[in-house]
């Protein structure tokens, strides 16, 4: 069974929620689900947020903001459902928002924060780290600041 990338729609909270929580507290601090419940309330059209299904199962999700003021794009809230970790579907996703970003025309940079435990996979995407703050979501949770150039 393969993997689609369908925009996200408000019935897609609470699977997208799952996928959080499936992903708390070794990658998410269990205080930023407030945060991204949030966020999964707020989002409208111009902020692109992609579902990830296998069949009827959201096995992922992530987002793209757009600051063109900036020339840059922001990966936001990118997460694989953590029993699908290692199958390819976080390249996956990375990849279709990478794509998304790449076809902006005002998009220079795209960024990114991310922990200690997935920036290695952002970086083997080409992403560089600019900063980095020990404990920057919460203890033991490091938080690093990255950039790709993509013009």
């Not at 929620?17 to 945060?35: G, I, K, M, W």
């Not at 990849?95 to 970086?123: C, K, M, P």
Request: net charge positive.
């Amino acid at each position: 069974m393969s993997v689609r990338s369908l925009p996200y729609a408000i019935e897609d909270r609470p699977a997208c929620l799952a996928v959080f929580d499936s992903n708390t507290p070794h990658f998410f601090a269990p205080e930023e689900r407030p945060q991204y419940s949030e966020f999964l309330q707020s989002l409208v059209l111009k902020r692109p947020y992609l579902v990830l299904r296998q069949g009827d199962e959201v096995v992922g999700c992530g987002g793209l903001k757009v600051i063109a003021q900036e020339n840059t794009a922001f990966l936001s809230w990118g997460m694989v459902a953590r029993h699908y970790h290692g199958k390819g579907i976080g390249r996956f996703l990375a990849e279709a928002r990478l794509d998304l970003a790449r076809s902006i025309r005002e998009v220079e940079t795209i960024t990114l924060n991310t922990s200690q435990h997935t920036r290695g996979f952002y970086e083997k995407l080409g992403f560089t780290t600019t900063k980095v703050t020990p404990n920057g979501y919460a203890p033991g949770l490091d938080r690093w600041d990255m950039i790709l150039q993509v013009k």
